[in-house]
Each structure stands twice: as structure tokens, then as C-alpha cells.
């Protein structure tokens, strides 16, 4: 079992002046499971005062009290009381939750409950505003089924945050945790949290969810109602785009290509485009026509938009209109996917959509598409690839190795050794390279 390290900067809360004490604590001990902790005697000494001086602090209680907590067999959950203590600190500073003898007693009863204690436990003490009683309640259920346990961790970790505090009702979680169904849920957690994220907001929730499963839950309509409410919540390019319309003609490769588009466009402010029905049209018709066959092209060219040009400018520099349009010339011509695929996305050597779509409009793409590495030394060479593709290939591969040869040559000029025994030793070695390599490509 991993223990989470402590290793804190923690301030002590006081209720009579009000103030912070800023006391550094440095606890760095925790670091595998209780046998290493036996074995290991130099945890021992600062760090175990650090800790008993902190925990005694937080809950006002004699160090005496708490030494016992250091002892060989209890090392491993010395996290989980520091964290206990903590939470009893910061509540009685902030006067919420203070029925103070009942919660000093609530922290120990919870150390005791828990025997092997899980990160699932420390985000449950730091991350929510849960009072002791809650806590214990929640830590009775999840100690008798660890099933529970890992379906409240899912749960905090589903609801949205406030600042660093969870949202997650306590009514909510002890009716999760406590339903008929709950067991199947926590097995299945993957399949039920589509529904929970589209309805994490309604109270009754729970009572819904178990009613859904009673009569025959079906993952993948969730599944769907999420896709399209996460596409068009946000003021993103697809959030023009009609929910209804979206659902009544499900396309699972079309709303993958839908992320894309988004993430390529993001940082995009579509209140400066006037005519959103133009725009939402385009992106409609991208999304019905986008295949199996054709997804993986079609976002190659929207990761090349994404890493070549500004934030805030890809609607200028990348209009939909012309995506599109790329986007038809790829399904008309398996030799344009077949180049696009290879030459676009994040490494592409394009400089802009035109160029693209040009070289798909005019070139020779399957000359091109038999010798890629000449694509790329014409784009390095700012060629135009349609005039390029009409060019003799074998004439195009004598000039590249009369130039590598020339580069090699202008190499050994700038060679320089004050031994001039090494200079010819240098130039003699280049001279031999090279002529392998000539009787090499003569044989090939």
C-alpha cells in the first residue's frame, strides 16, 4: 500500500487570538507501507516530534497523548491522522462543524475504522466540507464494502468543484452509496457516469438513476446526450449547432470529428462572424459526411491548423469554407487522402490551407504520393507542388546528390587542423567515404 508523503507548511488555527501561527512541519517519513516503516529506524527521531507536535497542536491535546500514534504498527496511518487532526483544526477555526468534544472523538473513532487507509480517504478529509458525523457515516458504509468506497472516489471525482471544495452532496453520495443498485454501480461506474454527469444537478438523481436501471439502462443514450451537450454547451464553433438536429442523426465519427474541430478553433470568439448560419451550416455539413474512411484525413488537416497558425486568427487564416472544401476533394479522390494523411497534421511542412488545397486541385498526386521524401524536400525548397509534381524525378534526384556531394565537399574546406598530417588524414577518409558510397548505389 502507498502512503501519501506529508510534507506540509501547515498552519495552526487558534480560536483566542484569532490568528495564524505559521509552524513549518516537514514530515517526509511516509513513503512505502508499514513493513518498510518497521524495518527503517531513521524515520524515527525529527520527523515523529514534527508529528506529534503538530497533531497535539491541532487538536489541543497533551504530545503524551499522541506518541502512542507513532509507534511501529500504527506508522502507516499516521497520514490519516495528521489529516483527521487537520480537518479538526481548520473547522474550529472557521467555526463550522464545533460540537468540538463530539468531533475530537469522531477523529479518533474514524483513525480506528479505517485499517488500510486510501488516498479515496485523505481527498474526502481535504476536498470536501463534509462535518465529522458525515464522515463517519460515509466511512462506516465504504469500511464494511471497499467496492463503495472506490464508487464515493468516482463520485468526488465526477461533481464539479467550487474553489478547492467538492460539490458533491452528502445526501447525494449516502444515497449512492445506499441504493439497491449501488454495488452494480460501482462495478460499472464507467457506464452509469454519462448519466451522472448529464444530471449531477438534480437532487433526485439517485431515485432516477435506480429507476433507469430497474427498467433497463441504456449506456450509449447518455453516452450520445453528453457528446452533443458538451459540443454545444460552450461558446465554442459548435455551440451554433442545433442539439435536436445533432441527436436525430447520431454520427459517433462525426461528433469525434466535431472535438477536433473545436479543439483546432479554440480560443476562436465567433461573435465577430455575422452570419452564424453560414458557419453553423458548414460545420453541419462536415459533421454528415465525415466516415470511418475519411475521419483520420480529415484530421490530419485540422492539426495542422491547429499547430501552424496564431490563436484568435484561424477563422481568417484557416476559413471554413476552405476546409471544407479540402475536406470534399479528400472524399472524391483516395490518392488526395492518401497525400493529405502524409504531408498534413502536427510536422506538416505546408505554410498555409491554400497551398493544400492547391496541390490537391492541380498536382499529380500520385506521382507525388510514390515519393513523399520529394514532397518534402520541395516544400523545404518552396517549389509549387503541382509544377513540381510535372518536374523528372530522376533528373530532380541527380541534382539533390550532386548537391550532397558539393555540401560534403564545402565540408572538408572548412576542416581545419594545425597538423597538416591530419588535414590530409581528414580529406583521405572523405575521399574513401565518398567512394563507397558511389560503388554502393552503382550496384543498387
Partial sequence: MNINKINVYTPVYSNKNNKRNTNPVAFKGLKTDVFKFMANVNYRTLEQNMFVSQVAAFLNMPKKEITPFTSKMKRHKMNLLYKLSEKFNKDNYYKTNTNTETNKKLVFDIYDKINAPQNTHIRFLEFTDYSFEQLNKIFDITEKDPKKLSLAGNLLSTYPSKGSTSQLPFKTLEEFLTTPSSSKIAAEYDDFKPYIELNYEN????????????????????????????????DELTSLLNQDALEQNYKQDGIELLKVLNKTYAGESITKYPDKNAISEIIMEMYNSTTPQNLKARTSVLNFIRMHFDLN????????????????????????????????????????????????????????????????????????????????????????????????????????????????????????????????????
Fill in 313 to 444: 486568427k484561424k477563422l481568417e487564416s484557416a476559413p471554413l469554407e476552405a476546409v471544407n472544401n479540402i475536406f470534399k476533394k479528400i472524399d472524391a479522390d483516395a490518392e488526395a487522402r492518401k497525400f493529405v494523411e502524409s504531408t498534413t497534421g502536427y510536422n506538416s511542412l505546408f505554410d498555409s490551407v491554400t497551398q493544400i488545397d492547391d496541390a490537391l486541385s492541380n498536382a499529380d498526386l500520385k506521382k507525388l504520393n510514390s515519393r513523399l521524401d520529394l514532397v518534402a524536400y520541395a516544400l523545404n525548397n518552396r517549389e509549387n507542388l503541382a509544377e513540381f509534381s510535372r518536374k523528372d524525378f530522376k533528373t530532380i534526384d541527380k541534382q539533390i546528390k550532386l548537391a550532397q556531394i558539393e555540401e560534403k565537399k564545402q565540408q572538408e574546406k572548412l576542416f581545419f587542423s594545425p597538423n597538416p598530417i591530419i588535414t590530409d588524414l581528414h580529406v583521405l577518409k572523405m575521399k574513401i567515404k565518398r567512394f563507397i558510397q558511389k560503388t554502393v548505389e552503382k550496384f543498387n
Fill in 203 to 234: 437532487p433526485q438523481i439517485v431515485k432516477n438513476l435506480e429507476s433507469e436501471i430497474q427498467n433497463g439502462y441504456n449506456k450509449k443514450i447518455y453516452i450520445k446526450k453528453l457528446n452533443i451537450k458538451k459540443l454545444t454547451s460552450n
